[in-house]
Every structure is written in structure tokens, then in C-alpha cells.
């Protein structure tokens, strides 16, 4: 596929401070339109610059184009076969279907999940309520208690914790969790840039960093699991690590693959989610117009004598509307996380090669302006037909695409959803004096 030039050797390497900020992959879109290549070293890296070129890969392709490459960042973390980084192949069929199952039975997308988030909704009013009455005029960060109240969901579903705000547990589970996946992406791009062997001594003190960080929340899951084992009752699963126990108990239960499966999930429930929630409120109070659109329509569908329902959910198209405004313009995951084919293959017109990392341009997609007219303004308005009814865009695809999209997706939508309509029922958000 076409791209830019590079130097010999380390190709593109020079410019990879730019693909920080996005616009080193907006401009991949504008130059050589819905494919590119560039070469970062020994990294030939392809972006896929529209939603239907993903599809096409990803969905259309799928047996071709849902395996991971190599990369020497995920593999410093040492983990066991987790669901991430597996090969598209039987066995992670069969791991990621019997995640989904799991997940399923222990709250996700069930009716049990509604109540919990709700639940965890009221407490943190709560929370922002007072904290704003002591902050005044200063404001109050929302960051910290959108990241306590999901892990407190996230933890209920994995070994059925709930943590009250200033619980010890939940304060060394949330530091371990901070940034465990976060590297400096320019670092991240030389390493898996470099040759092998060269970005091992380079990167070594790094690389040993990264290998520890997972130490101790690998002690506190195994931790739970010995607990677990103690008190559960076969055949009655409480929560995700009960309901592993059952399925795979025996002399070939590996422990290690559990407790790395439990970590997979904390960077996205932990991080990505609550931001997308940050997002949505922060857009929705820098625009007041907006703010009074959304609790109108709160007020019509839902008043204020009754909880927001996942029923409800249908007829609030004005607040997806916002949702999915909110996931184009804040780009939650940017980039998705790479693919790549084991042998050479064909896609629009083009060779892939094989163990070329290929990459979603959800960035260039999302601002791309022939789509989204004005792309940097937040305007829900966009993602409604003339009768006011949400529109889902085929373009905004944050969870990916494909047989390796999300797991998460279904417990994203409830929360981020039930959330977002409860805090705006109750709560007005502006932002502080002079900010
Ligand atoms: C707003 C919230 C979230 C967003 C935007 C998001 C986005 C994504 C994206 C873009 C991918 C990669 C798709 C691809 O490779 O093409 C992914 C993968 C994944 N996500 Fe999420 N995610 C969210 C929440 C969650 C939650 C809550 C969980 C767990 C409870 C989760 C667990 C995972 C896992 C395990 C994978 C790897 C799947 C695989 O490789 O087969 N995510 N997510």
C-alpha cells in the first residue's frame, strides 16, 4: 500500500512523535486514502483508513486478520496465554467463547447488572455531592470516583467485593491497576521498531519495569482465588472466578492463566470506561445548550420520581445521541489494538504481508470531515434522523469490529448508559468559575 518514505533502516522511525497526537495517522487518510503503509523500522505497520476497509479485514476477512503481532511491550508483561494476546486460532475460540459465557452468567448484559449499577450510581451522587460542597467555586475532579465506582463493579463481577469509598482493598487494587497497560508511546513505537535483540538492551530497565508491574495484583487475585476455593459451592457459581473454578477444576487447572484472564479485564473497566463517562459529562457541561436538551428529554421520558431503566434506553436518543458523539470526538481507544496476518494476503488491491501489524485509523475515521461535517465540533444533532430518532453511525466503531472486538462491550454499553442517565437525571454539571 502507499505511504510515506523513510529512510533507510529505520524508515518512518524519525516522525514517530507524531503519531502521539494523531495527526501523523490523519494524515494517512488524506494523502493515500482508505489504506496506507509505513515502515518503522523493522515494523511495517498498516493503517486502515475507513470503517468499511476494517470491516472488510476484520469481519469479511476475519480468519485472515484476527490474529495479534508480536510485540515486545505485551510480551514483557510475561502473561500466561491471556485473551489479548493469543492467536486467532481454536484455542482462543474456545477461551474467548468461554469468557463470554462467563461474563454473561455473572452479570453481563443480565437484568442483576442493572440494579448493581444503579445502586452504585446513587453512591456516587452521593460522593459528588458532598465532595462539591466542601470543593465550592473550585470544582471537584470526577476522574477518581468514576474509576472507584467501576471497579467496584468490575470487582463484583470478578470475585464479588464491594468496597466502600475509603476501603484500604480497593485504594491498593485501584494504584496497582493505575496505568498498567500506560507507556510512552513514542518508547512503545521504538520498541516493537527495533530488532529484537536490540530493543531487549535498550529498552531492558524498561522492560523490567513493565514485567513487575502485573506482581502485585497477580498476589491480591490469588488471594482471592484461595478464599474462594474455600467457600464455594460447585455447581453455584457467585461470580467469574467461582464460575472458572467449576469449568476447569481438576489437576490441569492452571491458576496462572486465571488470575492473568481477571488482570485482562481491569485496564479497560478501570480506564476506558470511566473516561468515556469523564468525556460525556465534560462535553455535555462545557455546553449548556446541550445539558438542557439532555435533561428535557430525562425529564419527558423518565421524570424524576423513578429510576432510568435499561428500557428506557430507546426511547433517550438525544443521550445516545451524546454517547456516541462523545466516543467519534474523544477517540476513547484510538487505534484500536493492532491485528496482523500469518502469511501474505490480498485487501483492496493490495498485498498485506505477513506479520505486518495492521491497524484501525479510528482517529483519521472519526474526524474525517467528507463524513462528519465541522469534525471537531461536539454535535450530537448529527447522529439523529429529521424525527429526532438516534442514528447509530457505521463509522464509529470504538469497540472494534469482528470476531476480536470488545468482550466488554455489552457491560460498557449498560453501565456507561445507566450511569449517564442517572447522574444527568439528578445532577447539573457546570465547569468552575473561570475554567
Ligand atoms: C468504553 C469502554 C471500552 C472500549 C471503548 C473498549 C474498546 C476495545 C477495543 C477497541 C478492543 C480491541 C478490538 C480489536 O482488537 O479490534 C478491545 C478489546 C478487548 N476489551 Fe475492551 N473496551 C471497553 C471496555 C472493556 C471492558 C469493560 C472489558 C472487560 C470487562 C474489556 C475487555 C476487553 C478484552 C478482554 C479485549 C481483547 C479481546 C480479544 O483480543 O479478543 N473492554 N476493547
Same mark, same amino acid.
Given at each position: ?174 494504584? #496497582? ?13 521504538? #520498541?516493537?521498531?527495533?530488532?529484537? *535483540? ?65 488482570? #485482562? ?80 494476503? *490480498? ?89
Amino acid at each position: 500500500p502507499p505511504g510515506p518514505y523513510g529512510l533507510p533502516v529505520i524508515g518512518y522511525l524519525l516522525s514517530a512523535a507524531g503519531f502521539s497526537d494523531g495527526s501523523e495517522q490523519q494524515k494517512f487518510k488524506q494523502k493515500y486514502g482508505d489504506i496506507a503503509s509505513v515502515q518503522l523500522g523493522s515494523d511495517l505497520q498498516i493503517w486502515l483508513n475507513s470503517a468499511d476497509l476494517i470491516k472488510e479485514a476484520f469481519v469479511n476477512n476475519a480468519s485472515e486478520f484476527s490474529h495479534r503481532p508480536y510485540s515486545l511491550f505485551r510480551q514483557s508483561f510475561k502473561f500466561q496465554d491471556d485473551i489479548i494476546s493469543i492467536p486467532f486460532d481454536d484455542e482462543w475460540k474456545k477461551s474467548k467463547k468461554f469468557l463470554a459465557t462467563i461474563l454473561k452468567n455473572c452479570g453481563f448484559g443480565s437484568g442483576s447488572l442493572d440494579v448493581k449499577v444503579l445502586s452504585e450510581t446513587d453512591a456516587l451522587i452521593f460522593r459528588l455531592e458532598k465532595q462539591q460542597k466542601v470543593a465550592g467555586d473550585e470544582g471537584i475532579s470526577l476522574d477518581e470516583p468514576l474509576r472507584w465506582i467501576a471497579a467496584n463493579l468490575i470487582c463484583q463481577i470478578i470475585h464479588s467485593n464491594h468496597y466502600e469509598e475509603d476501603d484500604p482493598e480497593l485504594k491498593q487494587l485501584l494504584a #496497582m491497576s493505575k496505568g498498567l497497560f500506560t507507556f510512552d508511546l513514542t518508547k512503545t513505537m521504538l #520498541m516493537e521498531a527495533l530488532p529484537y *535483540w536490540l530493543a531487549r538492551r535498550i529498552f531492558r530497565s524498561d522492560i523490567n519495569e513493565i514485567s513487575n508491574r502485573p506482581l502485585g495484583l497477580r498476589n491480591f487475585l490469588r488471594k482471592k482465588i484461595t478464599e474462594h476455593e474455600a467457600t464455594r459451592t460447585p455447581g453455584e457459581p457467585r461470580d467469574f472466578i467461582d464460575a472458572y473454578l467449576d469449568e476447569k477444576a481438576g489437576p490441569n487447572l492452571n491458576y496462572t492463566k486465571l488470575i492473568d484472564n481477571c488482570i #485482562m479485564f481491569l485496564p479497560d473497566s478501570l480506564d476506558t470506561l470511566p473516561l468515556a463517562i469523564e468525556w460525556l459529562v465534560l462535553y455535555v457541561a462545557r455546553f449548556p445548550h446541550i445539558q438542557t436538551i439532555l435533561h428535557k428529554e430525562l425529564d419527558d421520558i423518565v421524570g424524576r420520581a423513578r429510576e432510568p431503566q435499561l428500557k428506557d434506553k430507546a426511547k433517550l436518543n438525544y443521550l445516545e445521541a451524546c454517547m456516541l458523539e462523545t466516543y467519534r470526538l474523544a477517540n476513547i481507544f484510538p487505534g484500536l489494538i493492532p491485528h496482523t496476518v500469518r502469511r501474505n494476503v *490480498w485487501l483492496a488491491g493490495y498485498t498485506i504481508p505477513r506479520g505486518a501489524s495492521i491497524h484501525g485509523n479510528t482517529i483519521a475515521i472519526n474526524l474525517d470531515p467528507n463524513v462528519f461535517p465541522n469534525p471537531l465540533e461536539f454535535r450530537p444533532e448529527r447522529h439523529l434522523d429529521a424525527n429526532g430518532n438516534f442514528k447509530p453511525s457505521e463509522h464509529v466503531i470504538p469497540f472494534g469490529v469482528g470476531p476480536r472486538s470488545c468482550p466488554g462491550q455489552p457491560l460498557s454499553n449498560v453501565e456507561i448508559f445507566l450511569v449517564a442517565s442517572k447522574l444527568f437525571q439528578k445532577l447539573q454539571f457546570n465547569f468552575p468559575l473561570n475554567q
